[in-house]
Every structure is written in structure tokens, then in C-alpha cells.
């Protein structure tokens, strides 16, 4: 008796490639949202390093920096980070002194909310 190998029918061929599409639908949008995650907490991380050296700066030297760049010549930061949300260095927005000696604080330039509803140029 001889037996004849069979390949998979088209019916089942298209169970299992509407099975992998249905399961790519679900993982997709997690993926994308975990990556949106995980930029928000680099921004974290960010702001915290550069809010940390303008407080240092003022500590040592008993003034603000004029900007950013400050930070980077006296060795506070070994480079201006860039803003995992608009994915430049030029992005972030400084906040300068009331008697305009300074900047005070850093935030981010970026459009839109997180997760909360708050905006990211006030976090």
C-alpha cells in the first residue's frame, strides 16, 4: 500500500495566517504603547540629571547657569541629552531667574500629554 504525503489545505493555511494576523493586531499596540513608556521615563531620567547639575552649578559657584551649554564647559553634564520625545537637543525650553541671572529650570518641548493628561512641557 502506498501512502500519499499531504500538504496543509488552503483552509488551513488561512486559519493559521488569520490566527498570526489576529495575535499581531493584539501585540502591536502593546509594543507600541511600552515604547512610549519607556521614552517618558527616559525624559524623567533627563530632566532629573539637568535639574541636579543646575543645582550643583549654583551650589559650587553661587549663581545659575546662563544655559545649558554652561553645564556641558564646567563638566556638570558631559553632553546636552536629547529629549526621547521630539528625538532633538534643541528641544528643551529653560525657564530663566526672576532677575533674569540664569536659568532655574528645564523642561521639555514636546507636544502633547502622558498618560495622566499632563502635559510634558509641565513636567
Given amino acids: 500500500m502506498v501512502r500519499r504525503n499531504r500538504g496543509f489545505t488552503l483552509m488551513e493555511l488561512l486559519i493559521v495566517l488569520a490566527l498570526i494576523s489576529l495575535l499581531a493586531g493584539i501585540v502591536g499596540p502593546m509594543i507600541s504603547q511600552s515604547i ?10 533627563n530632566l532629573f540629571v539637568m535639574r541636579k547639575a543646575i543645582d550643583d552649578f549654583y551650589a559650587d559657584r553661587g549663581a545659575y547657569p546662563g544655559d545649558l551649554q554652561k553645564l556641558v564647559e564646567h563638566r556638570y553634564l558631559r553632553a ?8 532633538r537637543v534643541d528641544s528643551w525650553v529653560t525657564e530663566n531667574a526672576e532677575d533674569g541671572e540664569g536659568m ?3 523642561r521639555s518641548g514636546a507636544e502633547g500629554q502622558d498618560g495622566d ?3 510634558y512641557r509641565n513636567w
Fill in 104 to 106: 532655574v529650570d528645564v
Fill in 117 to 119: 493628561g499632563k502635559s
Fill in 36 to 45: 512610549h513608556r519607556s521614552r517618558e521615563a527616559a525624559l524623567k531620567e
Fill in 80 to 87: 546636552i541629552p536629547e529629549d526621547p520625545l521630539t528625538e
